[in-house]
């Protein structure tokens, strides 16, 4: 009878997403593999497909869309972030796209306000220094940070994600800027503790810079040559957004010439690809994209994504759509 079912690509085997949640109510194309499926095998799945499962490294775009045919309903995407998928198109086409916001929010901000703390103090450089040996006794000179309780910090892009980093900002004492195409009402600036600054007053008056917009045509290469050169020479870049929002060769050029302190990393332009400049960086903080890693949050990701791809398919409103 499994031939009645939709059938459903998952693009790769993830937390929260067990052949038993989708049992009984679509087909599986194939069994998800445990790398990134290559876009040439999404392609030779798509025909006939209803629904796909997919994550920020795929792209879900119209020649994949056109593959798939009208019988596609639903691309769910296993992030909050959905630049990966062509929305426009896919709405057009009356595809629903869905993504899984608020169950990775607490998460990406304990690692955004993680990589704050181990830029200002350089972890990487005195943790590297550690392990090769160099460690020969306490030092007063030695791996001398910018503190962070008691700073400004500016927050571009206060979302979800944004407003969770203001809540432990409060905590360190910090006095909090942001960035927003339009100011929050003042009732939510009151709640946060929050003021607004035009983008580039915001870079000159921080010591801390949080990236947490979504990439968007408007926030590629936001933080770009002139922007960096705006920002304090003691000053801390953050970014747990998408590596497109910063020019990387511009923040590798800031870092090596010390136009600001340092820098803390999550996203890459071209990831898994680092700029060689970044690499060579030892004030620059890198993680491999790991903002929503913790063993419930990826587990409550693949549940909610799960259940928006059921939900679209049996006809019922999904719980976190995008269009
Ligand atoms: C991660 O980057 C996400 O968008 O969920
Ligand atoms: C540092 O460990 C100190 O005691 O000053």
Not at 4 to 33: C, D, E, N, Y
Not at 82 to 94: F, I, K, L, Q, S
């Amino acid at each position: 009878m499994s031939s009645m079912l939709p059938k459903v690509v998952v693009t790769r085997r993830l937390p929260g997403i067990s052949g038993a949640r989708l049992a009984g109510k679509v087909t599986v194309a194939a069994p998800p593999p445990d790398a990134p499926m290559p876009p040439e095998e999404l392609l030779r799945l798509a025909p006939g497909t209803s629904g796909i499962l997919c994550t920020l490294a795929d792209r879900i775009d119209r020649p994949l869309m056109d593959a798939a045919g009208p019988s596609l309903k639903v691309v769910s995407n296993y992030a909050v972030g959905v630049n990966n998928v062509d929305v426009a198109e896919a709405t057009r086409r009356g595809i629903r796209v869905c993504n899984t916001p608020d169950v990775l929010t607490q998460a990406t901000a304990d690692l955004g306000f993680a990589l704050m703390l181990a830029a200002a103090r350089k972890f990487s450089e005195a943790e590297t220094a550690l392990r090769a040996g160099e460690f020969t006794g306490w030092d007063p000179w030695g791996f001398l940070g910018v503190p962070v309780y008691g700073g400004t910090l500016g927050i571009v892009g206060l979302g979800k994600i944004g407003a969770a980093v203001a809540v432990r900002a409060k905590g360190f004492g910090m006095r909090i800027l942001y960035h927003n195409r339009r100011p929050l009402p003042a009732d939510r600036e009151r709640i946060l503790s929050v003021e607004y600054r035009g983008l580039d007053e915001l870079l000159a008056e921080s010591d801390f810079v949080i990236l947490c917009v979504p990439l968007t045509p408007e926030t590629r290469g936001l933080i770009g040559r002139e922007r960096l050169a705006r920002m304090k020479r003691t000053a801390v870049l953050v970014n747990i957004a998408r590596g497109e929002v910063v020019d990387e060769g511009a923040l590798a050029d800031a870092l090596a010439e010390r136009g600001i302190f340092a820098a803390g990393l999550d996203v890459y332009e071209k990831e898994p690809v680092v700029h060689p400049g970044l690499l060579a960086a030892p004030s620059a903080v890198l993680l491999p994209h790991v903002g929503s890693a913790t063993a419930e949050t990826r587990e409550r990701m693949g549940r909610l994504a799960a259940e928006n791809l059921l939900a679209v398919l049996s006809g019922t409103e999904p719980f976190s759509p995008v269009n």
